[in-house]
């Protein structure tokens, strides 16, 4: 990757490539004290933002990287007046709830997150916890009273070789829009999306924004609480059935075609009905595909991949036409949270401690990207066509029974039933994550 046209001394680091680091703290506070914080924020948070350009090159990253954001709450206790221009990340999450099909009103959410009560997150990144944890000492105590800690989540990377594997344990971070003017060379396969639908007011961003929001974004994190045990004896207690398959590898099909792709990262659309490790792990195929094939109807073809696959719904690809619309797409930078399913938990069937997925999402609007894909994509049992279900491992109906067709590869018209939702939104904030520059000469003055 080199970025040409776009300012990378200026944009956070986590925006466009991730943190590259396995550990990761999300640091949430409220600013206690305006006129204490905002010298601080100049002189203590800002020498420490990590810039894209820093990540990039390992021999200057830093052993803990920081980026931070704000809510539409603590934009107004910085006592910014312009809109930024999006009527969803002003509102706050919270008030998206019923929208993106959280519970209502008994919902999971995290106390703190229910509300606007949160005003900013820090994002810690760095090889180990006590690293992550001196570097949070030190800002602590420099920051003194100006911000009070509200809610903090441990993240990392899970252990050994799911590192990279969500916790249902299917490789995660495969497929991420290529950014002109910065992606050098796009992946086979990978969507190509102007910088504008990522970053405000580069090129493909319509909306009118302040003049300091440019190079900034809207950063959506969601804590995804992922019921393991459950999914995975949903998966035992529903083997696709064909004569070839061992029961084993029965469940295995299930959950890929869930997915749409397998735990290896293979996607089902290219090897739809034995896993492809090789296939998985080589980022010059593993994108290369469109549901589309020579043979077979686009429009009711779901013997390589459902179309309630994951993968299908969040991304549709050919299913919306070539070239392939170039705007729903979301720059996805989450880590895993929580300990490894126990032996008790595997054999019960049960989860006991939390874990799951914090999500994060970077994009220029909110109602083309992580909102649009929820609401209208994933928890819509008619996209991408009639009938196909909410996304089996996504879609979120307020707890509602969920019908999902096409998870049979020999008989599409088999509708499976999911009585439990195997991830449940514990709720979550909108950020905007400015430029660097935007801190020194707007948000810290
Ligand atoms: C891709 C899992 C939540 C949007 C994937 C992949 C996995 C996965 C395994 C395939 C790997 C890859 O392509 O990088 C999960 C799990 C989630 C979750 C376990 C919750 C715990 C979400 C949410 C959204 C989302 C909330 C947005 C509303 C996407 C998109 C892709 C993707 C856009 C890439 C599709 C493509 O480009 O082909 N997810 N995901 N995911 N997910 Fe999720």
């Known amino acids: ?19 590259k680091k396995n550990r990761e703290l999300f640091y949430f506070f409220t600013i206690a004290d305006v006129a204490d914080f905002k010298p601080k ?26 980026n931070i954001a704000f809510s539409q709450t603590g934009l107004t206790a910085l006592n910014v007046t312009e809109s930024l221009g999006d009527s969803i990340f002003s509102a706050g999450q919270f008030a998206d709830l019923a929208n993106l099909g959280d519970f209502a009103p008994s ?33 602590e105590s420099a920051l003194g009273d100006s911000i009070t800690k509200v809610y903090s989540l441990q993240a990392g990377a899970r252990p050994g070789a799911e590192a990279g594997h969500e916790h249902f344990g299917f490789l995660d971070g495969i497929s991420n829009p290529a950014v002109t003017g910065f992606t050098a060379n796009p992946m086979a396969g990978q969507a190509v999306v102007a910088p504008g639908t990522i970053l405000l ?23 995804l609480k992922q019921l393991v045990p459950e999914f995975n004896a ?13 029961a084993q590898q029965g469940s295995d099909l299930l959950g890929a075609r869930m997915v749409g792709r397998w735990k290896s990262g293979a996607p089902v659309d290219l090897s739809p009905l034995v896993d492809d490790p090789a296939l998985g792990a080589d980022p010059t195929r593993n994108n290369n595909f469109t549901f589309q094939h020579a043979d077979f109807t686009l429009t009711t073809d779901q013997t390589h991949c459902p179309f309630s696959a994951h993968i299908r719904k969040t991304r549709p690809r050919a299913d919306l036409g070539t070239p392939e619309d170039a705007v729903h797409h979301i720059m996805r930078a989450g880590i895993p949270y929580g300990p490894e399913v126990s032996a008790s938990e595997a ?77 449940v939104s514990r709720g979550g904030e909108y950020f905007f994550a400015p430029s660097l520059s935007a801190i020194a000469s707007k948000l810290s003055v």
């Open 1 to 19: 990757a080199a970025g040409a046209g776009l300012n990378l001394d200026d944009i956070q680091g986590d925006v466009l490539i991730g943190m």
């Open 41 to 66: 924020l100049s002189g203590s948070i800002l020498p420490l933002i990590t810039s894209t350009t820093q990540l990039l090159d390992v021999s200057t990253q830093p052993e803990t990287a920081l």
């Open 107 to 139: 919902h999971n959410w995290v106390a703190e997150f229910a509300g606007t009560g949160i005003h900013g997150v820090m994002l810690f990144a760095s090889d180990t916890d006590d690293k992550i944890n001196t570097a949070v000492t030190n800002l």
């Open 201 to 223: 007011s580069e090129t493909g961003d319509a909306t009118t924004r302040p003049s300091w929001a440019k190079d900034g974004t809207f950063l959506v994190f969601r804590q």
């Open 234 to 246: 949903f998966l035992t207690a529903n083997p696709i059935v064909d004569g070839n398959l061992t």
């Open 347 to 423: 054999s019960s069937g049960t989860t006991s401690t939390e874990r799951g997925l914090a999500f994060v999402a970077y994009q220029s609007s909110l109602s083309n990207g992580f909102h649009f894909l929820q609401q209208l994509w994933a928890n819509n049992a008619n996209f991408v066509h009639a009938g196909t279900g909410a996304d089996p491992i996504i879609g979120a109906l307020a707890g509602a029974q969920r019908v999902v067709s096409g998870l049979n590869p020999t008989n599409a018209a088999t509708t499976t039933t999911l009585t439990t939702d195997f991830v």
